[in-house]
C-alpha cells in the first residue's frame, strides 16, 4: 500500500503564499491529487497531477492561484498556493489512485493524513 506523506502545512496572512509537499516510500505512479476539507464538509479535490505526462487538473476555487507539479526523480509533489485567503483554511490531503480522468475526483485509493493550513485574515 501506498502511504503518502504531506509536509508544508502552518499560519500565513491572507494574501500570503505557501508551498505544500507529499512524497511516499513508493512510487505513486498514477494520478496525485490534493484535497481540502474544512470542518462539516466532505473532502474536495482542488488539484491533481498525472505522473506519467504531467497533465493537471484543477477545481474552479483554485485555478489561477494554485499550481500543483511533481518531480517523479524524487517521488515528490507540490501544490504552490498563492493569494490564499480565509477559505483556503483547512486540512489539505494528498491521495493517488491509478488512473487519470480530467474532472473526476472520485476513487483515490491511497491517502495521507493530511496538513493543516490556516490563512488569518
Known amino acids: 500500500q501506498i502511504q503518502p506523506v504531506e509536509s508544508g502545512g502552518g499560519s500565513v496572512p491572507a494574501g500570503g503564499s505557501l508551498k505544500l509537499s507529499c512524497t511516499a516510500s513508493k512510487n505513486m505512479y498514477g494520478a496525485v491529487g490534493w484535497f481540502h476539507q474544512t470542518p462539516g464538509r466532505e473532502r474536495a479535490g482542488i488539484a491533481a497531477i498525472y505522473t506519467p505526462n504531467g497533465a493537471t487538473d484543477y477545481a474552479d476555487s483554485v485555478k489561477g492561484r494554485f499550481t500543483i507539479s511533481q518531480d517523479t526523480a524524487k517521488n515528490m509533489f507540490y501544490l504552490q498556493m498563492n493569494s490564499l485567503n480565509s477559505e483556503d483554511s483547512g486540512i489539505y490531503y494528498c491521495?493517488?489512485?491509478?488512473?487519470?480522468?480530467?474532472?473526476?475526483?472520485?476513487?483515490?485509493?491511497?491517502w495521507g493524513q493530511g496538513t493543516q493550513v490556516t490563512v488569518s485574515s
Open positions: 491521495a493517488r489512485r491509478p488512473f487519470w480522468e480530467r474532472g473526476n475526483w472520485a476513487f483515490y485509493e491511497d
